[in-house]
Every structure is written in structure tokens, then in C-alpha cells.
């Protein structure tokens, strides 16, 4: 530092404010380049073993079954296949249960304008641990209906916001007591033919707890 300040000051009134804002401009570089890799760096997945294990599982089928044509006439058989493995690991090895996920609000939709059901959905992203609104359509996708929910744990769902952190307990058995698995971007599932991609499970919540990040 004492070497530049002497170099500066022995220039003239013109080369010396010249190289002071060229000096600027390479540490702001230097700082906003420093600020970019931070910000890029993945979220350090905090998410709980089970759930980690349980995203592996269906990103394997979800990639599988994209390496495979639309007009290969053994996807739909492959994806059926899917389908069963996936509800297969939910209730063998997690006995339909989940406790302590880490998710984010997706959406709160009041689904009747005259009435008070509103449905909520939650999701996880499938690569890499996302809070970030672009893992919106990445994501694995667990819905729960208000009117399935008791006090208090109704109060706290109606406190929640879109973008919200939370972890959910809870389990996969749905209203007709079956593991339901659907398409949460129908455009997309139109393309692709994968509900891996981005799948949408009907869950039973039954404890929730706000997280702060």
C-alpha cells in the first residue's frame, strides 16, 4: 500500500486521478465477483437423512425416465414400473411417514371463493438443496388441504406465506386412504410424459415449525 501511494502522488494532478479511478474499478471488480461465487455456492442440505434418501429415489426414476424416447413404446411400462418402486419405498421404508422436512410454501389457494378450503402446497427441490423460486417446477410437491387439519396446527396454517421455510410431520396416506402421486405442472407433464419431474404427493400434515434462515 505505501509503495501505490507514493507512485500515485509523484503523478501528475491528471495521471494521478486517472489510475485512483482505475484502482476503483478493480476493486469493485475484485467485489463483485466475490459477491457472485458467494451467492452462487449451493445451500448446505440441511434436509434430514430420510428425506435426502427419499429425493434420491425419485430423481433416479425422474432421470431414468427421461433418457428414454416419448415414443419408445416400453416408457409407459418403465413409468408404471416407477410409480410403484416409489410408492413402494414410501411405505416399506419410510411406513408412509415424514417428520421434520425442510420445504418451502409454495402456494396457498383458496379453492372456494364462497367457503374456507384452501390448499397448500409444499415443496422440496429434487437437485440440490433450493429455497430459490426457480425450483418451483424442480421440485417433489406435498399438498394438504386445510379443512384436513385440526387445531392448532389449522391456526399455523392459515399464518402461512408464500416462500415460507418450514419442516413438516406428517404422513403420505391421502382422504381415500391410497398414496397419490400426480403431474403439480400439468404443461409440462404434457411434454414430457414424467410425473418425476416434477411430482405432487398428497400428504396428511400434522405438525409445522417456521423456520428462520
Same mark, same amino acid.
Given at each position: 500500500?505505501?509503495?501505490?501511494?507514493?507512485?500515485?502522488?509523484?503523478?501528475?494532478?491528471?495521471g494521478?486521478?486517472?489510475?485512483?479511478v482505475?484502482s476503483?474499478?478493480?476493486?469493485?471488480?475484485?467485489?463483485?465477483?466475490?459477491?457472485?461465487?458467494?451467492?452462487?455456492?449451493?445451500?448446505?442440505?440441511?434436509?434430514?437423512?430420510?428425506?435426502?434418501?427419499?429425493?434420491?429415489?425419485?430423481?433416479?426414476?425422474?432421470?431414468?425416465?427421461?433418457?428414454?424416447?416419448?415414443?419408445?413404446?416400453?416408457?409407459?411400462?418403465?413409468?408404471?414400473?416407477?410409480?410403484?418402486?416409489?410408492?413402494?419405498?414410501?411405505?416399506?421404508?419410510?411406513?408412509?411417514?415424514?417428520? @421434520?422436512?425442510?420445504?418451502?410454501?409454495?402456494?396457498?389457494?383458496?379453492?372456494?371463493?364462497n367457503?374456507?378450503?384452501?390448499?397448500?402446497?409444499? @415443496?422440496?427441490?429434487?437437485? @440440490?438443496?433450493?429455497?430459490?423460486?426457480?425450483?418451483?417446477?424442480?421440485?417433489?410437491?406435498?399438498?394438504?388441504?386445510?379443512?384436513?387439519?385440526?387445531p392448532?396446527?389449522?391456526?399455523?396454517?392459515?399464518?402461512?406465506?408464500?416462500?415460507?421455510?418450514?419442516?413438516?410431520? @406428517?404422513?403420505?396416506?391421502?382422504?381415500?386412504?391410497?398414496?397419490?402421486?400426480?403431474?403439480?405442472?400439468?404443461?409440462?407433464?404434457?411434454?414430457?410424459?414424467?410425473?418425476?419431474?416434477?411430482?405432487?404427493?398428497?400428504?396428511?400434515?400434522?405438525?409445522?415449525?417456521?423456520?428462520?434462515?
Open positions: 500500500m505505501i509503495a501505490m501511494k507514493t507512485f500515485l502522488e509523484i503523478q501528475s494532478s491528471n494521478k486521478f486517472c489510475i485512483m482505475k476503483q474499478k478493480i476493486l469493485f471488480t475484485v467485489f463483485l465477483a466475490t459477491l457472485l461465487s458467494c451467492s452462487n455456492e449451493p445451500l448446505k442440505d440441511v434436509r434430514v437423512p430420510d428425506q435426502q434418501s427419499f429425493v434420491s429415489v425419485v430423481k433416479e426414476v425422474r432421470d431414468q425416465a427421461a433418457s428414454v424416447a416419448l415414443t419408445d413404446p416400453n416408457r409407459p411400462v418403465m413409468i408404471d414400473v416407477a410409480v410403484k418402486r416409489v410408492k413402494a419405498y414410501i411405505v416399506d421404508t419410510l411406513k408412509s411417514q415424514f417428520a @421434520g422436512w425442510d420445504v418451502r410454501v409454495l402456494d396457498n389457494t383458496k379453492t372456494d371463493p367457503g374456507t378450503e384452501i390448499r397448500i402446497n409444499f @415443496g422440496t427441490s429434487i437437485d @440440490g438443496f433450493n429455497l430459490e423460486e426457480t425450483a418451483r417446477y424442480k421440485s417433489i410437491v406435498f399438498q394438504e388441504w386445510l379443512s384436513d387439519a385440526q392448532p396446527l389449522k391456526e399455523k396454517l392459515l399464518e402461512l406465506k408464500v416462500g415460507d421455510h418450514v419442516k413438516i410431520t @406428517g404422513s403420505f396416506v391421502s382422504r381415500d386412504k391410497r398414496i397419490d402421486v400426480d403431474p403439480y405442472n400439468e404443461k409440462e407433464f404434457r411434454q414430457t410424459k414424467n410425473i418425476f419431474s416434477n411430482p405432487e404427493f398428497r400428504v396428511d400434515v400434522t405438525d409445522i415449525v417456521f423456520v428462520k434462515d
